[in-house]
């Protein structure tokens, strides 16, 4: 009985050294996978720290204004800022006294060649 | 009974060191997997990935525009005793090496030498395609600058080893070096744009030696933009000269002339030395000893006190600061801050220069900007306290939202009058070239003679300009300086602060206050093309 039960034990230890080393290889198999995985996580991080420092570069506003300049035939000048969102009344508030302030702005245009006038009054 | 129970102890007792041997075997399985579940994978997990991780922080604007990042490169390395004679000379024509200096390296004995370092993908495959023994490409880290030559002096630069030599690289150094994620910057790269621009143009329509300018929020301290031309490009490889690392800005300090009269008007209203209504006699020099001081165009000659700040009189303004003295107008000063270097996170900060002897004559000069030199970002953050509400400001390179609660220098209401005086100097007085449509800015013009030998040199002058917008509730501060600028047709020949940069300054505001969210306001406009109208005769 003791001899059966010893057998038994034995077995059974030599089963579950059996399935820990699956299990011990399949980890290993999992962590070298894993190790692979994070490799390329970091080459493509790389690739994306390059890529916004390209980005960055690309859309440096004295670049863009250079490219504006050269192939737009657009004027370097300030914007215009006509009103804001702090200046608008709130939905549920009746405005008072308050003046209505409208947006308007006289914006200088350069002569453009090639235009010529052709009506001075219109709505005629 | 007897005879029977011994087997069975001993068999028990097998069984018991059975189960003690198989219990210690599976606690040795069980501790080995937790070492393998858990620190085996840490290590697999470390291996390979934080070598590619930038070993310093990314610095970003406010808006989260990048600045500055440390991008990954390959460096070549040469062992030269395997390398064949002429290696120096293929390599030096196949990556744009210096010939002799590889000749050189390759002579020295050495084992290993760096041949170059950061190369770009071409000369990488130039590399190769030698096909060179001994010949070596390790990885390693470059700082890469994407903000260009508009950021330079304010970011600076990190050494060979990416260690921070000079700029916020250096300031910010142990952060940099330890920070988890970006660090945002104060600057907006907007503003630092539309502040350079300016700037150069201004440098090169008045033929200046050197030109600068900061942008500053007057509550918070933070410094959107600086700028000092010339300047360099961050990401060149060739050796930059001394002229072009210096920012003139915060490494250099200057006689800043008539500007400096904020402070003396500041003080004397503060202590209640006069009244903006009193009227002062500028009509002949005012002899201090053997000195006779004078006004650079004819006024007067009675000027009241407001138009003795709107027309920079420094007869006038001599009288003012004799009322308070030497010993007050020193400690005013102090309390300003602008008698200790600025201190802010770059390392570069000059010293201001102060007399030794302090009396009347001293006095009298400093009222009026000569006498004393300060730095132009140790006198913005002065002059942002003069205009926010009268509390002391530490001028920051670091994003904080939240106004400083500083010291306060001058009571609320004497910062109301300075600010009524700085719009006069834009609508009537010498800063009339820096107004801007439908913006009420207020400012104040300075042009200083530059110190020449024991005298100044008049030709050679130092115009600037601070100017703070919108001046009823000021949110920034302008400060434009050019070193020795040259009137030109339009400007009638005069090289002063008036025509040079005022008209600077008014051009950055006009461009800088749509982007800080501020519109053009209605009623400023309407006035002002009433007072134009007024004008015309």
């Known amino acids: 009985m003791m001899r059966t039960l010893n057998f038994a034990f034995i077995l059974v230890t030599g089963l579950v050294c059996l399935g820990l080393y699956r299990i011990a290889e399949e980890a290993r198999v999992a962590s070298a996978d894993l190790a692979v995985t994070e490799r390329a996580i970091t080459r493509e991080r790389s690739t994306m720290a390059v890529l916004g420092a390209e980005w960055a570069r690309a859309t440096q506003p004295a670049r863009i204004a250079a490219l504006a300049e050269r192939h737009l035939a657009l004027a370097d000048r300030p914007s215009i800022e006509l009103s804001s969102l702090a200046l608008l009344p709130h939905k549920n508030r009746p405005l008072a006294d308050e003046p209505v302030r409208t947006a308007k702005a006289i914006v200088p245009m350069p002569a453009q060649a090639g235009l010529k006038v052709v009506a001075f009054r219109t709505g005629m | 009974m007897r005879a029977g129970s011994a087997p069975l102890n001993l068999v028990r007792g097998r069984i018991a060191l059975a189960a003690i041997f198989c219990a210690f075997a599976f606690a040795l399985i069980c501790a080995r997997l937790i070492d393998v579940a858990l620190f085996g994978n840490a290590v697999a997990a470390t291996s390979g990935h934080d070598r590619a991780i930038a070993l310093r922080a990314d610095l970003v604007d406010r808006n989260g525009v990048l600045i500055a990042r440390d991008l990954p490169v390959r460096d070549l390395y040469a062992r030269p005793a395997q390398l064949p004679d002429m290696a120096a000379h293929d390599l030096a024509a196949a990556i744009g090496s210096d010939e002799a200096r590889l000749a050189r390296a390759f002579a020295s004995g050495r084992g290993y030498v760096a041949v170059k370092r950061a190369l770009t993908p071409a000369e990488q495959d130039a590399a190769m395609q030698l096909g060179l023994p001994g010949l070596t490409f390790e990885d390693s880290y470059r700082r890469y600058y994407p903000g260009g030559s508009a950021v330079a002096h304010a970011i600076g630069q990190v ?27 104060s600057l907006d790269m907007r503003i630092q744009y539309a502040l350079a ?10 033929g200046a030696k050197a030109a600068g300018g900061i942008v500053m929020n007057v509550h918070t301290g933070e410094v959107l ?13 060739s050796p930059i000269s001394p002229d072009a690392m210096r920012n003139r800005m915060t490494q250099d300090v200057y006689e800043l002339g008539s500007i400096f009269k904020i402070f003396s008007f500041a003080e004397a209203v503060d202590e209640h030395s006069i009244r903006l209504d009193e009227t002062f006699n500028v009509g002949k020099p005012l002899q201090m000893g053997r000195y006779a001081i004078e006004d650079s165009h004819k006024l007067g000659p009675i000027l009241t006190a407001a138009r003795v700040f709107s027309e920079s009189s420094n007869i006038g303004t001599a009288q003012i600061a004799m009322r308070a003295g030497p010993d007050r107008q020193r400690a005013f000063l102090k309390r300003m801050g602008l008698l200790k270097p600025a201190k802010t996170e770059l390392p570069e900060s000059a010293a201001p220069l102060t007399p030794s002897h302090w009396k009347d004559v001293e006095t009298a000069t400093i009222s009026f900007g000569h006498g004393i030199s300060v730095s132009p970002l140790s006198f913005a953050a002065a002059a942002a306290a003069v205009v926010n509400g009268g509390t002391r400001i530490t001028p920051t390179f670091l994003r904080h939202d939240k106004p400083q609660a500083g010291e306060r220098v001058i009571s609320e209401k004497t910062s109301a009058a300075m600010r009524g005086l700085m719009r006069l100097v834009v609508t009537e007085g010498t800063g009339r070239n820096a107004d801007v449509p439908g913006y009420d800015i207020g400012g104040k013009t300075g042009t200083a003679e530059k110190a020449q030998g024991h005298g100044y040199a008049h030709k050679s002058l130092i115009s600037s300009f601070c100017g703070v917008f919108p001046i009823e509730a000021p949110q920034y501060l302008v400060f434009v300086m050019l070193d020795e600028p040259k009137g030109t047709k339009d400007t009638s020949g005069f090289a002063t602060a008036g025509y040079t940069s005022a008209p600077v300054a008014g051009r950055v505001i006009a461009r800088i206050a749509p982007l800080l969210g501020m519109p053009r306001n209605d009623a400023v406009a309407a006035a002002e093309g009433q007072r134009e109208s007024t004008k015309e005769p």
């Open chain 2, 159 to 185: 050494d060979i080893d990416g260690h921070g030599v000079s700029g916020l690289e250096l300031g910010l150094d142990r952060l940099l070096s330890n920070a988890g994620g970006p660090i945002q910057l």
């Open chain 2, 197 to 206: 621009r300016e700037v150069a143009e201004g440098q090169a329509t008045f």
């Open chain 2, 225 to 237: 933009a600086l700028v000092s031309l010339p300047n360099y490009e961050p990401d060149q490889r």
